[in-house]
């Protein structure tokens, strides 16, 4: 007999790859367990790398938001009620607790699971749920959803996070570069350029080529004034997801600011150091099977000596084949 599972998590690229570990949990715990899951179409590759994710379901909050009533709109958004009206689950679980998440569980059918009042983000969600459940708030993101999954299944979290993403690291032979993300969602995330540059020469001094990720064409900009003038370093061309995904798990190493793409590249098993300016790595540290360090906290950036401290700590690391997470 199928348990046929939903899980409820649209956004955003960071959360949803956080969410990964909580897929290969219930498919070890649920072995009869069929998972679809619902995301933002922009995203929607991300859930369908796990194995253990039979269908995605994509929803366009971000595009429908912004012409809500239009005639395309309304056919999108009716299409997607009857899809989810058709179907029943035995569990729908809203890993989101947002009133944009509840709109979705409410079109579902099957006992819909959820955070307590306590512990959800925007309390009110938790009024929707037929179970709702108590997980701490701050703690790393992962722990919270591997928790909430395991109280609606009844099981014990044991072990460290698996992502699932063997599909992109199996085999794959590592190559002398690092991979820069220098650009995030909000401008206050940003880090100097100084900072950058004796992160540079740090990483060039070790043989390693620089191979810049930038999206929009502000992105692109700025990672190119970054290495005017510096051989040996290159802006990659704006890449899909998984064009990106096989970049970074090619990787010797990774070093970005606090952005979904750093935080696929240490679930990709890459080292990883995160720079945190704007945010604090309290409830979204990096986490991963290789060496990870979350530097830095909200208004408090790391600067480059302790950035460079790090980087010689994960390719240290990496030769003796340990495992390492680092915050501060």
Known sequence: ?????????????????????TMSDIAAHV???????????????????HPAVHEVIRVAHRRWRKHWWSAQTRRERAALRERLGARQYDV????????????LVRQTHGVRHGLDWQSAREPLASLFYDVRHRVEFWQP???RQRTLAAATFGYTVEGPPDFGLGAFTDGVAIEPTALIMPSASRDDKLWPATEWQQVFDDLQSRGLALRLLAGNEAEQARAQALIAGRDGAEVLPRMGLRQVAEQLARARIMVGLDSGLTHLSAGLGRPTIGIY?????????????????????RGQAPDATRVRAAIAEALDDARDGGMVHAVG
């Open 92 to 103: 729908v679980l809203d890993m989101q607790a947002l009133l944009k998440s509840v709109w």
């Open 277 to 297: 300016r704007a945010s604090t790595p309290v409830r979204t540290p990096l986490q991963g099977p290789a060496y990870v360090a979350s530097l830095g906290e």
């Open 1 to 21: 007999m199928t348990t046929r599972i939903l899980i409820v998590r649209t956004s955003s690229l960071g959360d949803l790859v956080h969410l990964l570990p």
């Open 141 to 143: 993101a992962i722990i």
């Open 31 to 49: 072995t009869d367990a069929q998972i679809d899951w619902i995301a933002e179409e922009s995203f929607a590759e991300i859930p369908a790398w």
